[in-house]
């Protein structure tokens, strides 16, 4: 296959689009400070549970069963409050529920649809990512440009994925560089 120098895609976003993007870009973070918290409690236990006199609160499994309650109930309340907020972003924003067609070039990202017209140099994007199913170009710390590999012609997303490479370099977490969430 002879490699292209633009890629275009149709997308006609869907809700859950938007609520995945969503709840990976603002969840990540908060799910890796619970890990980092929890597995700083266990390992802080192990020491007290091997402390010479072996005796503290902490060492109590009631104080690690209600912390562990506690962190599942702040990720269940953040997810919640995630699809929500979505949800409201869906209902509010019009040209997300508007079929656009994208264009990535040499020049950066441009869209087009029936209410809007834009487009972005690569340089003014924060940064761009691929999860297990689309490429997610942020425009700011909660903008984000959902572009689904199903909108791609067949065979079209290694091209897209060549082409944001090729223009963002090692800035871009795409493939395998992505840990797919």
């Known amino acids: 296959m002879a490699q292209r120098d633009a890629v275009e895609a149709a997308v006609t976003l869907r809700r859950s689009d938007l609520i995945r993007a969503n709840l990976r870009s603002l969840l990540r973070p908060t799910f890796l400070l619970i ?31 209600v912390a562990l309650a506690v962190n599942v109930l702040l990720a269940a309340s953040l997810t919640a409050h995630t699809i929500a907020t979505s949800l409201r972003i869906w209902k509010a924003t019009p040209t997300l529920q508007h079929p656009t067609r994208y264009r990535l070039d040499h020049e950066g990202v441009s ?4 209410l809007s017209t834009g487009s972005a140099p690569w340089g003014a ?46 800035g871009a977490k795409l493939g395998r560089d992505a840990g797919k969430p």
């Open 35 to 65: 890990q980092f918290g929890l597995v700083n409690a266990l390992l802080f236990t192990a020491t007290i549970l091997l402390s010479p006199d072996g005796t503290a609160l902490l060492a109590d499994p009631y104080v690690w069963q």
């Open 111 to 114: 869209w087009t649809n029936p």
């Open 125 to 170: 994007l924060d940064r761009v990512e691929e999860s297990r199913d689309a490429f997610l170009l942020y425009t700011g710390k909660h903008a984000v440009l959902i572009l689904p590999h199903r909108s791609f012609e067949e065979g079209c997303v290694p091209e897209a994925r060549r082409v944001l490479r090729k223009a963002l370099g090692k």
